[in-house]
C-alpha cells in the first residue's frame, strides 16, 4: 500500500527546494546575464508543477480512499459524504486550501515560463525569480506548520467530514477554485512589476507582456464572486446574494484595484503616463490578495466563509510586510525612471475619464477595506467586538459606484488628448436623452429612490453609447470593405478585439447593476406559518403547503415541504425547500436550509423553510420571496466572462524577425486601444 503521507510531504519538499533553486538561478541569471541560469530557472518552475501535482494527487486519493492516518483527511473526510463533496473538499478547510492555492501558483508559474521562453528575455528572468519566491512562502508554510500530510495514530474508523455548508450544494465546486485561479493569477502581473523595476525596463512594455495575464486572473475572480453570490443565494435560505461580508470584501477588494489598473494601463500605453501609479496599483493588489488570504485563514474574522483559526496568520502578516518594503524600497530606487514628461492637454478626454475613473475605483476600494478592517482594529484596541453591516457600505459605495458607471459611457466615447464642444454634443446627445427618457419612465413607474432612478438612467446611457461604438464601427467596416453587419461585427474583433472585448465586458456590468438595483427596488417577502393545504398569496403567485415529509440520505436527516405554485389561476409547478440536519461536524446538528428557487427571465420565486411542525407534521413556516432580475446577475456574469474572453483571444502572429523583438510578443497586434488604425478614426 502507497504510503501518501511520505509521497505528499516529499513532494512539497521538493517543491520547496525546487522553487530556491529556481528563484536563485532565475535571478543570478538575469543579473549576471547568464542564459544557462535562466533556462535553469525556467526548467525549476516545471519541477515545482510536476512535485505539487504529485502532492495534490496524493491528496486526493488519500480522500478518495479515505486513508484517515493523512491529517487532514481525518479533520474532513467521512465515509458518508458522497464521492463529489469528499474530492472537492480538497479546499474545504485551512491546509487543503493552501496546497491547491500552491499547486495553482505552480501551475501559473509553469505556464508563464512556458509561453514567454523566446520572449521579453530582459523580463523573464525577474518574473520566474519573483514567482518562485513567492511560492517558496507557501511551500515552506506547507512543509512546516500546515503540512497536510502529518501522520494520525491511532488512525480513526472515519471522520467528520467537511463543513455542512461546504456539502451543501454542488456550487462549491465552481466557486472557490474560480476565486483560486483569480487570486493567485494576480501574482504574475505582480512578478512583471517586480521585474520591470528591477530590470529598469519601465516603459510600457511590461504592460503589453502582462495584459492576458492580468485580464486572465480578473475574468476568474469575477466569475469567482458571482458563483459566490449564486452560492449564498442558493444554499444560505436568507434570499440574498451579497451581504457585505468581511470575507466578500475580501476577494472583492484586489477585483477593484485590477479593474482600476486595467484602465489605468491604456493610458500609459498610449500616453506613456502614469508610470509609478500603474506599479502602485499592481502591487496593492497583490498586497490586497495576501491581506484577503490572511483576513480568511487566520480566524480573525467570524464568517460563513472564513477558515478556523490557524498559525498562518502572523506569517502572512510577516510576508505581507516584506512585500511592502521590497515594493516600495524598489520603487523609490527607480524613482528617476518613473519621471515622464506626458501631461494631459485637456480636462476633456479620455485619459482624464480614465484617471477619474481610477481615482474612484480608489476611493471604492477605501471605504469596503476601511469598513471591513474598522470592526478589527476596535476589537484590538478596545477588546470590543462591533460589526459594520451593509447601511454604511451602501451609504458610501453607492454614489461612487454610480459616478463609475456613468463613466463606462463617457470615457470610451472621447477622444484622446482633446475633444471640441461639437464632437461631445454629437457623441453624446443620443445617449443623453436615452438616459432622460429612461429616467422618466423610471420615476413614471412608481421607482422612488434617487439612486435607483440614476442607476436606470446611467445604465441606459451606457449602454447606448455602446451600441453607437459597436454601429460607427460596424458602418465603417461596411464602407471599407463592402460586407455584411454580421461579418462586419466579427471584423471588429479581429482587428481589435481588446477594445470590443471590453465593451462586452461593460454590458455585462451593467446588467449586473442593473439587476442589483431592480431586485434591491422591487423585491418583497412574506413570512408565515402554514397548516396542509392552507395558500399564501406573493405578488402574481400562490403558494400551497401540500405536503411535509422526510427522508434519510448519506450522512444527513432531511425534512423537506411540497409546495403547489399558482399563477394567474394556474398550476405552473412545484417546490420542494428542505432542511438538511448533518450529523456531528461543524455545525452541531444545526439545521441547513436549502431554499427552492423557481425562476424565469424576469423573475425569481425563492421559498425557504424556517421550521416544521415535530411532532405531526401538520404546519411549516415559509418564508416566500419574490426577487425581481436576480438571474440577470447571473446571466450578466457570463456575459462579463465572454468579454474577457473574446479580450484575450490571440489574433494573428507576426511573421519574421519582428515578432521576436524585445517588447513584441507574437499575437500582440491588438495594440492600445483605439490605435489611429481602428475603425472608427479610419472612418
Known sequence: MLDLNLIGSAAIWAALLGAIVSAFTAFTGGLRRRPDLTDLGRYGTYFVFVCMTVAVGAMEVALLTHDFSVHYVAEVGSRDVPPYYTAISLWSSLDGSILFWGWILAGYSALVSFVNRDQYRTFMPYVVGTMMAVGVFFFAVLAGPMNPFGVVSPVPANG????????????????????????????????????????????????????????????????????????????????????????????????????????????????????????????????????????????????????????????????????????????????????????????????????????????????????????????????????????YFNMVTVPIGLAILFLMGVGPALPWRRTSAERMKREFWIPSVVGVVTAAVSWVAGVESVYTILTFAFAGFVMTTIVEEFRKGASARQRIAGVSVPTALMQLFQRNNRRYGGYVVHTGIVVIIVALAASGTWRFEKERTLQRGESLQIGEYQVQLDDIWAQEEPRRFVVGSTFSVWKQGERTGELEPRLNFYEGGQMGGQPIATPAVMSSLTKDLYLSVMAFDREEGQHATLRAIVNPMVPWLWIGGMIVALGAALSMWPQRKKSGPAALEEGSSPGDEDGPADSPGDDREAA
Not at 160 to 181: A, D, I, K, S, T
Not at 276 to 292: M, P
Not at 326 to 347: E, H, Q
Open 160 to 391: 467528520p467530514g467537511p463543513n455542512p455548508l461546504l456539502q451543501n450544494h454542488p456550487l462549491m465546486g465552481l466557486h472557490p477554485p474560480m476565486l483560486y485561479l483569480g487570486y493567485v493569477g494576480l501574482t504574475v502581473p505582480f512578478a512583471f512589476a517586480i521585474a520591470a523595476l528591477v530590470s529598469g525596463r519601465l516603459d510600457a512594455t511590461w504592460i503589453r507582456a502582462t495584459r492576458r495575464w492580468m485580464i486572465a486572473p480578473w475574468a476568474f475572480l469575477s466569475a469567482g464572486i458571482v458563483a459566490g453570490a449564486w452560492w449564498s443565494y442558493e444554499v444560505l435560505g436568507w434570499g440574498g446574494y451579497w451581504a457585505w461580508d468581511p470575507v466578500e470584501n475580501a476577494s472583492f477588494l484586489p477585483w477593484l484595484t485590477a479593474t482600476a489598473f486595467l484602465h489605468s494601463v491604456m493610458v500609459q500605453e498610449r500616453r506613456g503616463m502614469l508610470r509609478t501609479w500603474n506599479l502602485s496599483l499592481i502591487i496593492g493588489t497583490f498586497l490586497l490578495v495576501v491581506l484577503g488570504t490572511f483576513l480568511t485563514r487566520s480566524g480573525v474574522l467570524d464568517s460563513v466563509h472564513a477558515f478556523t483559526e490557524g498559525p498562518i496568520g502572523i506569517l502572512l502578516m510577516g510576508f505581507m510586510a516584506v512585500v511592502t518594503i521590497v515594493s516600495l524600497g524598489l520603487i523609490a530606487w527607480r524613482s528617476d525612471r518613473l519621471r515622464v514628461p506626458g501631461k494631459l492637454d485637456a480636462v476633456l478626454s479620455r485619459e482624464s475619464a480614465f484617471i477619474l475613473n481610477n481615482l474612484l475605483f480608489v476611493a471604492f476600494t477605501f471605504t469596503v477595506l476601511l469598513g471591513t478592517l474598522f470592526p478589527l482594529i476596535v476589537e484590538a484596541l478596545q477588546g470590543e467586538r462591533i460589526s459594520v453591516g451593509s447601511p
